[in-house]
């Protein structure tokens, strides 16, 4: 394989992230490897990768191909993983995986404590890390003990999620609003997960989600960030952002740098945080690590080059100087989401149509459709048009689930929402 600058291997092509990190690596002329698990996925249909190589990306498997794959460049590539799974095989497996790829990630301690919820909170806890109050539930009289000393509303999800939790639902969390309904999801999803975790909500709408990504040197240096917020999300009042916008947000920023600083991090890091409406004091949500999300994106059609940062640092190029967030208000947009999101908020007479329009002007970035690369979009559509007639003949005939259900696996409830995985 030749190529004026080395490859990059992009993992989970068949994911938003992996698909939106390869495109934008395309077009830096930097070729692009696929790893997809499903090739059939609307994100693997793909055209800016050389090729797409199908493989297992949450086993064993992944690291076989890797090594084999490894073989075949004359310059060592880039190695992205897009998913946490497969962010967890690529630590574990690193010193198998070092002499083909460059890989940037903290030491594996760093990544199995940020990636383990219980453990994370204990730090945050003991550095004085802003997050909600929150308890580990293994069995029932904890469960009891947990309803007492929280307050609703609360969530209710596993710390990792498990291969049998994935088994029973695609669901990662349930936002509860009452002690009958709580007792109701636990008693429903206590075997899918050996502990699982419940947390106090935090009073806010879309709006007061925000979040930094951000990539750290190996030495623990963060070279660029970037702050972006929610505008919309699917499922709505919890999920994946369906619009989103950059913005500036100075204690998120901080605030995310100093959780990293004090782990002396390196690599991709990503902070959700959350506006408490009430106080207007910020809570940490969750990290993220290792790998690019749906912000990153953004933050590259903000003219803030978070990945190619990572690209320019790993590789031993000179640093893009494009590195400072100008805050121009682009947006970022998963059309098909935003759509069922706004739809939700239309029938419950929370969005106008003007309102609507007016949210989506302005500069975009958007997630899957695009001009140059438009197979993905159209597969997305199609499988969401077979989707609804599925649906209604299911409900003609079989009395089967509904669009949204059939499409994200998701049932929106005015007492309990779904936080899509």
Known sequence: ???????????????????????????????????????RHYCARTKVCDKIVKSNTQTSELIDTLIKLGDDFKQKPLLIASQDTSVLLLSR??????????????????????????AFYEFAIKGNLPIAKYFLIKNRSEAEMAVENLHFPCIIKPPIRSPLWEENTKIKAYKILDKNEFFKIYDMCCGWAEVLMAQEWIEGTDVDLYSCNCYFNNKGEPLVSFIAKKLRQYPPVTG???????????????????????????????????R???????????????????????????GVEILYTMYCDKIGLPLPKEVEQKYIGVKWIQIRTDLMSSFYYWRKGELTIKDWFKSIQGKKFFAVYSLRDPMPFLAEIATAIKVIFNGLFSRLFKSGKNYNES????????SVEKVKS
């Open 93 to 118: 497996n690193r010193e198998r995986l070092e002499s083909f790829y460059h890989i940037a990630l903290p030491t594996k301690e760093i990544v199995e404590m940020l990636m383990d919820k219980p």
């Open 407 to 414: 499409l994200d696996n998701n049932n929106i409830s005015s």
């Open 276 to 302: 408490d409406v009430r106080t207007g004091k910020y809570y940490i949500i969750e990290p993220n690590i290792g790998r690019p999300t749906g912000r990153s994106a953004l933050a590259e059609a903000s």
């Open 1 to 39: 394989m030749k190529s004026p600058l080395p490859y990059v291997v992009v993992i989970d092509i068949d994911h938003i992230n992996g698909l939106q990190t390869a495109r934008i690596f395309n077009d830096r002329n930097i070729k692009v490897i696929g790893i997809a698990k499903d090739l």
């Open 240 to 274: 994946n952002t369906s619009l989103g916008i950059e913005c500036r947000a100075d204690e998120v920023r901080d605030a995310s740098l100093d959780l990293f600083r004090m782990v002396n991090y390196h690599g991709l890091g990503y902070v959700e945080m959350k």
